[in-house]
């Protein structure tokens, strides 16, 4: 499969503890990318990772890469209600259209 | 405006019927994406167009779909004879050429298909 596959596909937490998803994946790839989807909207992106770094922070947001693993981890910390929404991966290859995961629903519970 | 449009928001229709959806991107961006999204499933990419190059339909789930994109700039993708399995949200997004990759999307349009 050219997708990345997200885990775990939901989950649940209270509102200021830290969230964890991650991503796995199969091919190579040049970038790696998050993006969020709040309920029937359409997807923004969050953050990308070059397949030659290890690790990036955006405000709450770290993002790690492994690619020996080909795995990615997206962590949320002091989780909102707010930030509850579906989180996808999207693996980037030269020459080839963004691909995503199926996602994972988090919720956060205020 | 500044941002991906798409129309119409939502869209229903009867079996067999055609539709057409519209995409206008970023002004600039060179490269557009169509991708459908079943409930609560992730993105199915569908169609791509960069720059001047041949689109890749690689994603097209059938004959019954085609996109094109004029001038470089609007997107329509039109599906025949629409069954009720075609129901979906359909995605564009856009992005710069040479750039990191990061796809700005539409909100998207919703096909019921009656």
């Known amino acids: 499969s050219q997708q990345g596959e997200e885990d775990p596909q939901a989950l649940s937490i209270q509102e200021g503890e830290n969230a964890t998803m991650n991503c796995s994946y199969k091919t190579s790839i040049n970038n790696l990318q998050w993006y969020r989807q709040n309920s029937g909207r359409g997807l923004v992106h969050l953050i990308l990772?070059?397949?030659?770094?290890r690790e990036k922070h955006s405000g709450r947001l770290r993002v790690t890469l492994d690619t020996s693993k080909k795995s990615s981890s997206l962590l949320i910390t002091a989780s909102r209600a707010a930030d509850t929404a579906s989180y996808f991966c999207?693996?980037?290859?030269?020459?080839?259209?963004?691909?995503f995961g199926k996602g994972t629903r988090l919720s956060v519970i205020a | 405006g500044a941002g991906v449009s798409q129309s119409p928001s939502n869209k229903v229709t009867e079996k067999g019927k055609d539709v057409e959806l519209r995409c206008d991107p970023i002004s600039g961006h060179t490269a557009l994406y169509w991708y459908r999204q079943s409930l609560g499933q992730g993105l199915e990419f569908l169609i791509y167009f960069q720059g001047n190059s041949a689109p890749d339909k690689s994603g097209l789930p059938s004959d019954r779909f085609s996109a094109e994109r004029t001038g470089g700039s609007v997107s329509t993708l039109t599906i025949q004879r629409t069954q009720q399995e075609d129901s979906a949200v359909y995605l564009c997004?856009?992005?710069?050429?040479?750039?990191?990759?990061?796809?700005?999307f539409g909100e998207g349009s919703r096909l019921t298909v009656l």
């Open positions: 997004a856009s992005s710069q050429l040479g750039a990191t990759g990061e796809l700005f």
């Open positions: 999207a693996l980037r290859r030269e020459g080839t259209p963004l691909v």
């Open positions: 990772i070059r397949s030659n770094e």
